[in-house]
């Protein structure tokens, strides 16, 4: 059976948390990201369900994004939409599941009229930031924080 994307499913929603808990065993300091993603899942949900894409092999979720529109971006005044997570599982993430979940949402967000797609990654990203970059992303700002 082929890859298919698809939107989110009620029984997929415990796979997605097991996905995410899968990806922050990689990323220990990450402390509240699983009570976040569980909250930008509840909230596409209620808001823009169509927005929630999954990876689906076999009947399988492997991977899943959530993107959403936002309307008018601060610095260009374009419409524009963002990708809130995206989360591949482990045994497949160098197989273009990430790449195939980005040109879903970009389509999703072009017939929505959105004219620029966003993405904030976290500094520890690493390699994970490298399927944005391989689809055409490019560095337009940084945001810098400190500890008080």
Same mark, same amino acid.
């Given at each position: 059976?082929?890859?298919?994307?698809?939107?989110?499913?009620?029984?997929? !929603?415990?796979?997605?948390?097991?996905?995410?808990?899968?990806? !922050?065993?990689?990323?220990?300091?990450?402390?509240?990201?699983? /009570?976040?993603?569980?909250?930008?899942?509840?909230?596409?949900?209620? /808001? $823009?369900? $169509?927005?929630?894409?999954?990876?689906?092999?076999?009947?399988?979720?492997?991977?899943?994004?959530?993107?959403?529109?936002? +309307?008018?971006?601060? =610095?260009?005044?374009?419409?524009?939409?963002?990708?809130?997570?995206?989360?591949?599982?482990?045994?497949?993430?160098? =197989?273009?599941?990430?790449?195939?979940?980005?040109? /879903?949402?970009?389509?999703?967000?072009?017939?929505?009229?959105?004219?620029?797609?966003?993405?904030?990654?976290?500094?520890?990203?690493?390699?994970? +930031?490298?399927?944005?970059?391989?689809?055409?992303?490019?560095?337009?700002?940084?945001?810098? $924080?400190?500890?008080?």
């Amino acid at each position: 059976m082929p890859l298919v994307v698809r939107r989110v499913k009620v029984a997929d !929603l415990p796979v997605l948390e097991t996905l995410e808990l899968e990806t !922050l065993k990689r990323f220990p300091g990450r402390k509240r990201w699983l /009570e976040t993603f569980r909250q930008l899942v509840e909230r596409s949900l209620s /808001e $823009e369900p $169509e927005g929630l894409l999954v990876a689906d092999y076999d009947g399988r979720a492997i991977g899943a994004v959530v993107v959403r529109t936002r +309307g008018p971006h601060p =610095q260009t005044g374009e419409a524009h939409g963002r990708i809130e997570a995206l989360t591949v599982a482990p045994g497949w993430r160098t =197989q273009g599941i990430g790449e195939r979940l980005l040109k /879903e949402s970009e389509a999703y967000l072009k017939a929505r009229g959105c004219r620029q797609l966003v993405v904030s990654l976290p500094a520890d990203a690493g390699a994970d +930031g490298d399927v944005f970059k391989a689809t055409g992303f490019k560095v337009s700002a940084w945001e810098l $924080e400190k500890s008080l």
